[in-house]
């Protein structure tokens, strides 16, 4: 059970928003496993495998007439043209940024505008947080570091022990989800601890 939960953390990706080499921005798929959901930017969605990921983003594509080269899901034709058109656009499904009919601007803006349910929150603190909670007239503080959870301390002393021997901790989606929903809610209270 605990390898298979391992192997699927490893496995989540998401999509990051580059700079495209040609112009404007391109997408590519990144890995948990090589490098940290909670302090990357720019990045969108959290799947389970490449398999999904690439499904949303084609979905995405067609559903917004995006290019599927600018978006990196298409490589451009060998031997024709610099400006040969993608797939999409043969199909009426693209707008034509591949052959200089759309600007990269406006593309970009689009693309930005279909991203925007996926987009994973950045860290909105500094540093490590701790996360109080009383419970029973107990006192607990629950440390949190760019959305991974540290663990749980009494007081303020025991937090700083902790944070001196803790590891570095990985990006777990069922964490996000939760402490995303929990750290918008008013009446948390949350006190900085770096």
């Given at each position: 059970?605990?390898?298979?939960?391992?192997r699927?953390?490893?496995?989540?990706?998401?999509?990051?928003?580059?700079?495209?080499?040609?112009?404007?921005?391109?997408?590519?798929?990144?890995?948990?496993?090589?490098?940290?959901?909670?302090?990357?930017?720019?990045?969108?969605?959290?799947?389970?495998?490449?398999?999904?990921?690439?499904?949303?983003?084609?979905?995405?594509?067609?559903?917004?007439?995006?290019?599927?080269?600018?978006?990196?899901?298409?490589?451009?034709?060998?031997?024709?043209?610099?400006?040969?058109?993608?797939?999409?656009?043969?199909?009426?499904?693209?707008?034509?940024?591949?052959?200089?009919?759309?600007a990269?601007?406006?593309?970009?803006?689009?693309?930005?505008?279909?991203?925007?349910?996926?987009?994973?929150?950045?860290?909105?603190?500094?540093?490590?947080?701790?996360?109080?909670?009383?419970?029973?007239?107990?006192?607990?503080?629950h440390?949190?570091?760019?959305?991974?959870?540290?663990?749980t301390?009494?007081?303020?002393?025991?937090?700083?022990?902790?944070?001196?021997?803790?590891?570095?901790?990985?990006?777990?989606?069922?964490?996000?989800?939760?402490?995303?929903?929990?750290?918008?809610?008013?009446?948390?209270?949350?006190?900085?601890?770096?």
């Amino acid at each position: 059970m605990h390898n298979q939960r391992l192997r699927r953390e490893q496995d989540l990706c998401a999509w990051q928003l580059q700079d495209s080499p040609k112009a404007g921005k391109t997408m590519v798929l990144k890995y948990a496993a090589d490098i940290d959901f909670g302090r990357a930017s720019n990045l969108y969605g959290t799947f389970t495998s490449q398999r999904q990921a690439l499904e949303t983003l084609r979905n995405l594509a067609d559903a917004h007439q995006l290019c599927l080269l600018q978006l990196g899901l298409e490589k451009p034709a060998h031997g024709k043209a610099p400006a040969s058109p993608c797939f999409a656009y043969q199909l009426k499904k693209c707008r034509g940024v591949c052959i200089g009919k759309e600007a990269f601007l406006q593309h970009d803006l689009r693309l930005l505008q279909a991203l925007a349910k996926l987009k994973l929150q950045s860290w909105p603190y500094h540093g490590t947080i701790a996360i109080k909670e009383t419970h029973n007239q107990r006192e607990e503080l629950h440390l949190v570091d760019h959305w991974c959870y540290l663990g749980t301390a009494k007081d303020e002393s025991e937090a700083e022990q902790m944070l001196q021997q803790a590891k570095s901790a990985v990006f777990d989606l069922d964490t996000y989800k939760i402490l995303k929903k929990h750290l918008n809610g008013k009446s948390v209270e949350v006190i900085p601890l770096s």
